[in-house]
């Protein structure tokens, strides 16, 4: 008898949850060895290329990260048009700039203000802007961050020692679709002065999920 | 391919229990956050490899992102909850791989020789990464369904946060907007439907929009009188409010 074919007929479909019939547990228990064991056969099949692991790896590793999003908060701050397009269009602004790619094809910017502090999360999951921030932080994956957020942003930015003033309310971006969103954190005062680069250093990750403040929390 | 025939089957079977175990907005007694360094992308030396093996599968064809969230959000209560999040990732990965006929059961318990795959041309190689990972996957598609709300409308949200097709199928209503009431803030243009989508039942493209509800509308204790949540919604999850 064929097995897989037999879990064939549940096709992508929901099915009772004996956990021990789940094809996952046939691999190794430790999580170390059960990537081996994967990593291992899909190479004998030919499904994968390990060189190709490497490369994905560095990418995010070493090539795509936070810092490509606070490239775009400093310049929205410094060049008033960029900013409108930005604001208008993120998708396209970032593509320009190269910052296009996986789970970041459907971009927006929103932007805090002295009245409203927006927080991004995705409590579903784990969606978040790739191209512009890089692999999420643990914390935005914890449960605590999915489960706390939309309930008690406050409590969460306390977590991180931020306090927001009394008049300021909070909108919590839930990314329960393929939009992605981007933090536009307030641009701290007395940077009039600033270029760019010296701006870009302002500009946290934390800062453009909304769990910090630009120029530190 | 079984795989194939199956993913354009209409009609869905096989649908029993339902996990929301993944659905935990708004849930209590989670503790703190803790935050961590920007320095930090991976925790473990396994970590790195298993995000890459899953990215680098999906590039196979034999699932889209629907499939593989789906995946994930029924694996059983009790190994979402003690699973790490890349373990998660593993786990939904073995799982569709056997579900889609890619890999056997046998290969998987390592009781059987690895046989070739038909699937090997299409593995990804390591001089199409950078150009794979920057073009995505983006899901904006032109739709027969008419947009049914402006900006500023009142809607309600549908009552269930369930798949209305499938039986303990995917759907990304969170149940802590069940039955709210907010307004549109925004046409995001028409998207594909994850409900119909991660079921092999086509991509049923429809008007996606931001919707704003007032946090005292979705909770208890709501921390701020101005506080809001915006979810992303699609229109067959919202109708109009009275």
């Not at chain 1, 700039?97 to 929103?110: I, N, P, T």
């Not at chain 1, 977590?159 to 981007?182: H, I, K, N, Q």
């Not at chain 2, 041309?121 to 996957?137: F, H, I, N, S, T």
């Not at chain 2, 995917?170 to 907007?177: D, E, G, I, K, V």
Request: proline share 7%.
């Amino acid at each position: 008898m064929d097995m897989a074919g037999l879990l064939g007929q549940s096709l992508f479909m929901p099915h009772d949850h004996h956990s021990h019939d789940d094809p996952h547990a046939l691999l190794p228990s430790d999580p170390a060895l059960r990537v081996k064991a994967l990593e291992t056969l899909l190479t004998k099949k030919g499904l994968i290329d390990p060189a190709a692991l490497d490369e994905i790896i560095d990418t995010y590793e070493n090539k795509i990260g936070p810092r490509n999003g606070a490239r775009v908060v400093a310049r929205a701050w410094s060049d008033p048009k960029f900013h409108a397009a930005l604001m208008e269009d993120a998708t396209a602004v970032v593509a320009d700039l190269g910052f296009y790619g996986r789970q970041g094809e459907h971009m927006m910017a929103v932007e805090n203000t002295d009245t409203v502090h927006n927080i991004v999360v995705c409590t579903l999951c784990s969606c978040y802007p790739w191209p512009l921030l890089g692999i999420p932080p643990g914390w935005y994956k914890s449960d605590a961050y999915r489960a706390r957020v939309v309930r008690e942003p406050r409590k969460v930015l306390a977590d991180f020692g931020v306090t927001l003033p009394e008049e300021t309310a909070v909108r919590v971006w839930d990314s329960t679709a393929e939009m992605r969103y981007l933090v536009i954190p307030k641009r701290p005062e007395g940077t009039e002065d600033l270029d760019e680069e010296a701006l870009m250093a302002l500009v946290s990750r934390d800062s453009m999920i909304g769990t910090g403040l630009a120029g530190g929390s | 391919m079984r795989g194939m025939r199956r993913l354009g089957r209409a009609a869905p079977v096989g649908a029993t229990d339902m996990s929301r175990v993944h659905d935990m907005g708004g849930r209590f007694g989670d503790g703190p956050v803790v935050p961590e360094a920007e320095d930090v992308i991976f925790h473990a030396d396994w970590h790195p490899r298993a995000m890459a093996i899953t990215v680098a599968s999906g590039s196979l064809g034999k699932w889209n992102i629907d499939i593989s969230r789906h995946a994930r959000e029924r694996l059983a209560p009790k190994d979402y909850t003690r699973f790490s999040y890349y373990e998660k990732w593993l786990a939904a990965l073995a799982n569709v791989l056997v579900d889609t006929g890619v890999v056997s059961r046998a290969e998987l318990a390592g009781k059987a020789e690895p046989a070739p795959s038909p699937l090997a041309e299409k593995a990804l190689k390591p001089e199409a990464v950078a150009e794979v990972l920057a073009r995505g996957a983006p899901v904006d598609r032109p739709s027969d369904v008419e947009p049914a709300f402006l900006p500023g409308d009142a809607v309600v949200a549908r009552k269930f946060a369930q798949n209305m097709n499938v039986s303990g199928g995917h759907t990304r209503l969170p149940s802590y907007a069940a039955g709210a009431r907010g307004r549109i803030l925004r046409l995001h243009g028409s998207h594909i439907l994850p409900d119909s989508s991660a079921h092999g039942m086509g991509e049923a493209s429809e008007p996606l929009y931001a919707v704003v509800f007032p946090a005292s509308e979705l909770w208890a204790h709501a921390e701020h009188p101005k506080d809001e949540v915006v979810v992303d919604m699609w229109q067959s999850y919202l109708t109009a409010a009275s």
